[in-house]
């Protein structure tokens, strides 16, 4: 089985993949850190100030681990992973106050905390999932306080052995 969470930086998506390998015993996979290890990269982008993600690079370079099974990733985009990596996505959610504090204290110049911001009040990569996707493997889960975090490791880990009973794997 492999799980994909996404959403807007500052969300939660990194603490929460590392618990769930961590108590699942699944592998997580964090895409940005990849992409800085293996330098999957295609140009710069001197607007938003950082580099740009060679997407077709990534995929290439995950395709083995993912065909295993058992992988959690995490990204805060999903429209370029093929659709047949994954059985559920999680998005997570934010309150845009909680969510602004957090990017501000990551140091994101203006226009990245405006632009990330907005991401996050229309919902853009939750929809992105939804178009990604079959819509009934898209889950959205708060994570605005320490409690979320908990509860959102439950709630995945109780799908995560569900998936087991079913697949026999």
């Known amino acids: 089985a492999c799980y994909r969470r996404l959403r807007t930086p500052g969300v939660g998506k990194t603490t929460l993949g590392k618990e769930l390998a961590s108590r699942s015993g699944l592998k997580y996979v964090n895409v940005g850190d990849l992409a800085r290890e293996g330098q999957l990269y295609d140009g710069y982008d001197e607007e938003y100030d950082c580099p740009i993600l060679d997407e077709d690079r990534v995929v290439d370079e995950l395709e083995n681990q993912m065909s295993e099974g058992g992988v959690i990733v995490d990204y805060h985009g999903c429209d370029f992973f093929p659709e ?28 990245k905390l405006k632009d990330n911001i907005q991401c996050e009040i229309f919902q853009v990569l939750y929809e992105e999932a939804l178009t990604s996707y079959k819509e009934e493997i898209v889950h959205q889960l708060p994570s605005d306080k320490p409690e979320d975090m908990e509860d959102n490791i439950n709630q995945i880990l109780k799908w995560i052995e569900q998936w087991v009973k079913d697949h026999g794997s």
């Open 84 to 111: 047949r990596w994954f059985h559920i996505v999680f998005v997570l959610k934010t309150d845009n106050t909680v969510l602004y504090k957090r990017l501000e204290t990551r140091g994101y110049n203006e226009k």
